[in-house]
């Protein structure tokens, strides 16, 4: 079964559970979500609107399924407030104002549908969210993380065929999980990757990644296309547990003193990618980010360099 099917179907049986603790009218949110939104998210803020009606049900002394739409007509600023104050501490700030964004926007769907007479979550303020500062590995540190894996590892090539495709390509981790060996096409220097939301594009390898991936083809069975191209040792398909471990594992071992996911190579390749072509557009359709302003953020972080390079060509005269 294709790996993003198999997802979906996980994620949806995870929906189905939450919807069943909910009141009987959130089913009617869960299908604008369904039409808005991914399954993950949708997911996602399944659990948030469980998880605020929890405390609210201990607080109003109301069984979760219980609850009504005149009960939700009820709810105070200061209701929502108290809830997320219990995080305070607890999980980061961004995190708390995506839970009040999910709840603002649950009631803001039964407010626009006259079911309820206001959406007291928009009179709260909110902090805005902080930019977190893109952390990326600098061209020495590259070389290190690349040299850290030794041909004496058990999964030497698979490893280091992993790190070179993230910072050949700057794919998310559940793209490069979901590439069958059918998605690679060597003689055209080209894969077929399905993005976030299912949108399905045909991007290009650097040279460096074309002679990695024909080494490491040869070194395992191709003759199914529908396999994984790459697998581990419990599974036929590599996890995301795995490829983060893997990350983290190379990162230790090249004495890196600061913390290096997946999502951090793909910063790396953006950024790299960016200084090569001064093309915001370019690094946002290899991104696969679906607005140019997502990409503005590697833009930013080259300001310096941009600031640079113009006032060497500048003249007064």
């Not at 994620?11 to 009987?24: A, M, N, T």
């Not at 793909?266 to 302003?293: E, M, P, W």
């Amino acid at each position: 079964m294709c790996y993003f099917v198999d997802r979906d179907n996980v994620v949806q049986s995870r929906i189905d559970r939450v919807i069943k603790d909910l009141p009987d009218f959130c089913n009617r949110f869960l299908i604008y979500c369904n039409l808005k939104l991914t399954k993950l998210t949708a997911c996602s803020y399944l659990y948030a609107i469980r998880q605020f009606f929890c405390f609210h049900g201990r607080q109003k002394g109301i069984a979760i399924t219980e609850f009504t739409l005149n009960d939700l007509d009820k709810i105070t600023t200061a209701d929502i407030e108290n809830w997320l104050a219990i995080y305070m501490g607890r999980i980061g700030m961004n995190a708390i104002v995506y839970k009040y964004s999910v709840i603002k926007t649950f009631l803001g769907y039964y407010y626009t549908r006259r079911e309820i007479n206001r959406n007291v979550a928009e009179q709260i303020i909110m902090p805005r969210l902080t930019e977190k500062p893109i952390i990326r590995l600098r061209p020495e540190e590259v070389s290190k993380f690349l040299a850290s894996v030794k041909p004496t590892e058990r999964y030497y090539l698979r490893d280091f065929t992993i790190l070179v495709f993230f910072l050949s390509t700057g794919v998310r981790v559940s793209e490069l999980i979901g590439l069958d060996i059918k998605h690679i096409d060597i003689d055209n220097a080209s894969f077929v990757v399905t993005r976030k939301g299912g949108k399905v594009e045909t991007q290009y390898m650097t040279e460096d990644l074309q002679i990695q991936l024909m080494i490491y083809m040869e070194s395992i069975d191709t003759t199914n296309g529908d396999a994984p191209l790459f697998s581990s040792r419990d599974n036929p398909r590599i996890s995301d547990n795995a490829i983060r471990l893997l990350v983290k594992k190379y990162i230790t071992l090249a004495d890196i003193q600061r913390k290096i996911s997946p999502h951090k190579l793909r910063s790396t390749f953006g950024t790299n990618l960016y200084r090569k072509t001064r093309d915001i557009f370019a690094v946002a359709q290899c991104l696969g980010h679906s607005s140019v302003n997502t990409t503005r953020k590697y833009y930013a972080a080259m300001d310096e360099d941009v600031k640079r390079e113009a006032i060497k060509g500048f003249s007064i005269v």
